[in-house]
């Protein structure tokens, strides 16, 4: 499943920002961009979209005011250079605000709550994530992995049968999990919290491995003990 989007900014440049994005988050097919507002509202007459990314302030309307003029309002992540209109955004439910310049770590925690509520609001659950490896995405089931290292810019899944290398960073990939299901132990390690053995307070054990918890992540073992006793 892919959250269809369109993208609504009357700086084209701004729009090649959010398509650059789009294309690295596996989960979202970004189906439009438009200029003008105007445009947009009988292309969503006519197609079944779920999220928008609009930009607030427009020559010929507001993105505020733009939303007014829909009867079935989509998921909307605001994008805009100006704070100020954030609170107001907000006021409309809407379901982020990207100031720009924004980077793809942000904008990809955007689209990930827009998945969130998507599958809250659908009461689906999906089991899998999907992994770039070279030029292919692989399907990948959360209850295979044991844990994620990174290896330089690139990270390394150690499932149950194998170890797959993904063109993505540790940062990306936590971006994509779950977070009541893994959770970050030390800069170079992400583990499934249902895999943990064993706990101490320098090192946590995933399927007979031990694995260094880091200094500035010994917060986190009430943390992964709460989340354990779930």
Do not use: W
Not at 8 to 31: C, M, N, Q, R, W
Not at 206 to 215: D, H, K, Y
């Amino acid at each position: 499943m892919k959250l269809k989007a369109i993208a609504i900014d009357d700086e084209p440049k701004a729009l090649e920002v959010v398509k650059a994005h789009a294309v690295k988050v596996p989960f979202l097919e970004l189906k439009n961009c438009f200029t003008n507002a105007f445009e947009a509202i009988p292309y969503l007459q006519k197609n079944k979209i779920d999220l928008i990314f609009l930009d607030i302030k427009m020559p010929d309307i507001s993105g505020i005011d733009f939303i007014n003029c829909l009867q079935n309002v989509p998921m909307i992540i605001f994008t805009t250079a100006y704070s100020e209109y954030a609170v107001q955004g907000f006021e409309l439910n809407a379901l982020d605000y990207l100031l720009k310049p924004f980077s793809l770590v942000r904008f990809t925690k955007s689209c990930n709550k827009a998945l969130d509520l998507y599958n809250l609001r659908n009461g689906e659950l999906p089991d899998f994530i999907f992994v770039k490896t070279g030029y292919n995405e692989e399907k990948i089931f959360l209850n295979e992995i044991l844990y994620i290292e990174a290896e330089g810019n690139y990270a390394s899944f150690i499932l149950k049968t194998k170890k797959l290398l993904s063109r993505q960073s540790l940062i990306d990939v936590s971006l994509v999990l779950p977070e009541n299901q893994f959770i970050r132990i030390h800069r170079s390690y992400i583990i499934a919290i249902n895999k943990i053995e064993k706990i101490s307070r320098q090192e946590l054990v995933v399927a007979g491995i031990s694995l260094p918890l880091g200094a500035s992540y010994e917060e986190k073992l009430n943390e992964i003990r709460q989340l354990i006793r779930q």
